[in-house]
């Protein structure tokens, strides 16, 4: 059986909690502390040499670690992927653009505001990365105005890892409300089957 090592309040492994549910995929899962440091065992690090979380091990104890990585390999062959070079390229676009236009400013102004106590945070820096998270929330409901998602005319992985952070800039201090595509999105990914809230395991 897979094993999931997971940090419950991490977007990046709500994604594999997501696919493991969606595609019914038999998996348990370890909870880990990311913020206490429950990552940088020495344990943990003979697992993921990165020491961070998610991180999938395998029945035969190969581990994969980056949530992407992981995304991509539990699809393969799924609905949630696609045998054709032209749908998986776009799917990786939108994948590849989550990290470094979500993950790297959303997610890091989110994790300032809710983790760093005041005397830690740079303000004028997170107001840097806010405004360019904005303009990749621009960028993505441009795309929703003639899209339902976001790649291969589908639900696809793409959805998953893009709804991760997006679907909570508000808790980075962006008004989704500016984004009415964005919110129908996010209305359409929560009321599929299987859909899981961001915190549940």
């Not at 969606?22 to 913020?35: E, N, Q, R, W």
């Not at 998610?54 to 994969?64: K, N, Y």
């Not at 998270?133 to 890892?161: C, E």
Request: overall charge negative; aromatic content about 10%.
């Amino acid at each position: 059986m897979l094993t999931l090592y997971d940090f419950p309040e991490s977007g990046n492994s709500w994604k594999i909690r997501q696919i493991i549910k969606t595609l019914d995929i038999p998996c348990k899962i370890v909870p880990l502390d990311g913020l206490s440091g429950e990552s940088h065992s020495e344990e943990f690090k003979k697992k993921n040499v990165d020491e961070r979380l998610p991180a999938l091990e395998l029945p035969d104890g190969t581990v994969l670690a980056e949530s992407g990585a992981i995304l991509w390999y539990l699809a393969k062959g799924s609905e949630l992927s696609s045998d054709d070079p032209l749908e998986e390229t776009e799917i990786l676009r939108w994948m590849f653009f989550e990290q470094n236009r979500i993950v790297a400013t959303i997610a890091v102004v989110r994790f300032c505001i809710l983790y760093l106590v005041e005397e830690k945070r740079d303000k004028s820096f997170e107001d840097v990365l806010r405004k360019r998270g904005a303009g990749a929330l621009k960028v993505m409901n441009s795309h929703l105005k003639n899209n339902d998602y976001f790649a291969a005319n589908r639900f696809t992985i793409a959805d998953i890892a893009l709804y991760a952070y997006s679907h909570v800039a508000g808790e980075a201090g962006l008004e989704l409300s500016h984004f009415p595509n964005i919110l129908r999105w996010i209305k359409r990914v929560e009321e599929r089957e299987r859909f899981i809230p961001f915190t549940e395991r």
